[in-house]
């Protein structure tokens, strides 16, 4: 069946640092791909996303790499800073043109040290 | 006013009590949807309403009900609960279709339903 993996459960960097969050998925008609922040009590928020046409897209501080050929999705946070702890997840349509049906990743919670 | 509200934030409940988790959405989307967020597991699609028809049941059991009168209100009625089914749920929406589609989902702040 579809699935999508995260490949690390918890990342810890230090302020400043970049982070890189990465992601796999399965089902190679997904053509929309999303990355979301989830802060302790709150719901999921969206921070970037990229279509399967692309295999770049910048944001303030955020980057999605996309890599069709693996399947492999990226989140890139520049200078990390302390509220950008939470945790993030990815995930993908579930095939083309259902774009609010989302197979959801089991998240990475990324924290920063002062 | 958040674009997606949900209550209540915190519900306790008994196995044989009935209660209802309402959303609402105040960002003119046609779509809406409920979500399981259970401990280290992923985000577990339950339903999803497209302009007030139910379009998805994601093999979800008959003791939660969903409801949707309106495209801008959205229920969960809850009925002879297990303690398994603790959990947060989250109510999001979304516009589909036509040049506004972007796919992305708007998410509540979740209701978290504990079942003693």
């Known amino acids: 069946g579809e699935s999508v993996g995260l490949h690390l459960p918890t990342l810890s960097v230090q302020e400043g640092d970049n982070s890189i969050i990465n992601c796999a998925y399965s089902?190679?008609?997904?053509?929309?791909f999303i990355w979301y922040k989830q802060e302790s009590g709150k719901g999921p928020q969206f921070i970037i996303d990229i279509r399967s046409n692309m295999d770049k897209r910048q944001g303030q501080r955020v980057t999605v790499l996309l890599n069709k050929t693996v399947k492999h999705l990226s989140l890139q946070i520049a200078a990390t800073q302390p509220g950008d702890s939470a945790v993030y997840f990815c995930?993908?349509?579930?095939?083309?043109?259902?774009?609010?049906?989302?197979?959801f990743g089991k998240g990475t919670k990324l924290s920063v040290k002062p | 006013e958040t674009g997606v509200t949900q209550t209540p934030r915190h519900l306790v409940m008994g196995m044989t009590n009935k209660k209802s988790l309402k959303c609402e959405q105040h960002?003119?989307?046609?779509?809406m949807y409920w979500y399981k967020q259970s401990a280290k597991k992923p985000l577990e699609l339950m339903f999803v309403?497209?302009?007030?028809?139910?379009?998805e049941n994601n093999s979800v059991p008959s003791r939660f009900s969903p409801e949707c009168p309106n495209s801008s209100h959205l229920f969960l009625h809850l009925h002879t609960l297990q303690p398994e089914d603790s959990a947060l749920y989250l109510c999001?929406?979304?516009?589909?279709?036509?040049?506004?589609?972007?796919?992305?989902?708007?998410f509540g702040e979740g209701s978290r339903l504990t079942v003693l």
């Open positions: 960002l003119g989307h046609n779509a």
């Open positions: 999001a929406s979304s516009q589909e279709g036509g040049r506004a589609n972007t796919g992305e989902l708007f």
């Open positions: 089902n190679s008609a997904s053509d929309y």
């Open positions: 995930a993908v349509t579930r095939g083309r043109g259902s774009q609010g049906n989302l197979i």
């Open positions: 309403y497209n302009f007030k028809e139910q379009t």
